[in-house]
C-alpha cells in the first residue's frame, strides 16, 4: 500500500496496480485525485499490489479490504471516497466529503438500463433470492465513485465478506454473463443492509459519456461536470487510456488551465 501525504480523516482510494493487456493511465487517475485532494483536506491511498492474487480475487473486488488497510496502519478515519482508476477528478470540483455527510453517498448508474435490469435479476436469482431484497434501476448506483462514512464500516466489512464466501459462483457468473463484477452485489448489499443513499448529482460521476454525446476532442464534458468516468466507450472512440491521460493532461497539464 502506498499512502500519499500526511494521513488525514478524510481518504480517497484507488486500486491502481498493473494487470494484463491494461495500460499505466491510472498514474493519471490518481495524480488528478491527488491534486484534488491536497485542495480539500484529504489524504490518498494507493493499493498498489494485491492482497490476493487477481486470479483469486478480481481488483474491482479488492478495493474493499480499505479497512483491512487503515487498521494495519492505526488510521482511523470519517469518510472514504473509492474511485475507480479510469476516473479523472476536475481540480475544481467540490468537497465530495461534505457534500456526503454521514451517508452513503453515490451517483445512479446511466448506462444501459438493459444491462442494469438483466444483472439485477441475474444476481436476484443465483445470489440473493432467499434474502427477499427488491432492487429497481431507479436506486441503482454505479460504483465508480463510492463516498463510505465511518459508519458504514459493517457494510463495507459485509461486502469483502461475501466476495470471499462466494467467489467461485461470482467468477463464474462473471466469465458466462458479462453481467458486471462487484457493482450489482453491493448495490444489494446496500439494502440488506439498510445503509441510506444519498444520490450524488451525475456531474460527480459522469459515466457513459458518448451515450451522452459528450466525449470528444472539444472535451465538452469538461465544462459540465465534475468527474469523469471513462466506461463504456464504444470501438472507434478511443480507449479508457487514451481519455484519462488526455483529459489530465487537458485540465493540469495545459489545455484551459495554462
Known amino acids: ?65 480499505i479497512l483491512d488497510l487503515l487498521q494495519k496502519e492505526s488510521v482511523e478515519f470519517d469518510h472514504i471516497l473509492i474511485a475507480d482508476a479510469d476516473t479523472v477528478v476536475h481540480p475544481d470540483c467540490p468537497n465530495l466529503f461534505d457534500i456526503a455527510g ?47 462514512h465511518y459508519t458504514h464500516k459493517d457494510f463495507i466489512k459485509g461486502i469483502l465478506q461475501f466476495v470471499q464466501d462466494n467467489y467461485d459462483i461470482l467468477s463464474g457468473m462473471q466469465l458466462k454473463y458479462k453481467l458486471g463484477t462487484e457493482q450489482t452485489p453491493v448495490n444489494y448489499l446496500r439494502k440488506l443492509y439498510g445503509v441510506e443513499l444519498n444520490v450524488l448529482d451525475y456531474k460527480f460521476n459522469m459515466q457513459d459519456l458518448c451515450r451522452k454525446e459528450i466525449l470528444g476532442d472539444d472535451m465538452l464534458f469538461t465544462k459540465l461536470g465534475w468527474v469523469y468516468h471513462f466506461n463504456a466507450i ?3 472512440m478511443g480507449t479508457a487510456d487514451y481519455w484519462v491521460e488526455k483529459t489530465y493532461k487537458y485540465l493540469y497539464g495545459g489545455g484551459q488551465n495554462s
Open 1 to 65: 500500500m502506498e499512502a500519499i501525504g500526511s494521513m488525514s480523516k478524510d481518504i480517497v482510494f484507488l486500486v491502481c496496480f498493473e494487470q494484463p493487456n491494461r495500460g499505466k493511465s491510472y498514474k493519471y487517475s490518481v495524480r488528478s485525485w491527488q491534486d484534488w485532494s491536497k485542495h480539500n483536506g484529504a489524504s490518498v491511498v494507493i493499493l498498489d499490489n494485491p492482497i490476493v492474487p487477481i486470479d483469486k480475487i478480481r481488483p474491482n473486488w479488492q478495493k474493499y479490504f
Open 102 to 148: 454521514d451517508k452513503y453517498s453515490a451517483v445512479l448508474n446511466y448506462g444501459s438500463l438493459a444491462w442494469v435490469y438483466h444483472s439485477i435479476e441475474l444476481y436476484n436469482r443465483m445470489a440473493f433470492q432467499e434474502c427477499g431484497i427488491q432492487l429497481h434501476h431507479y436506486d441503482y448506483v454505479n460504483t465508480g465513485i463510492q463516498i463510505f
Open 234 to 236: 464504444p470501438q472507434g
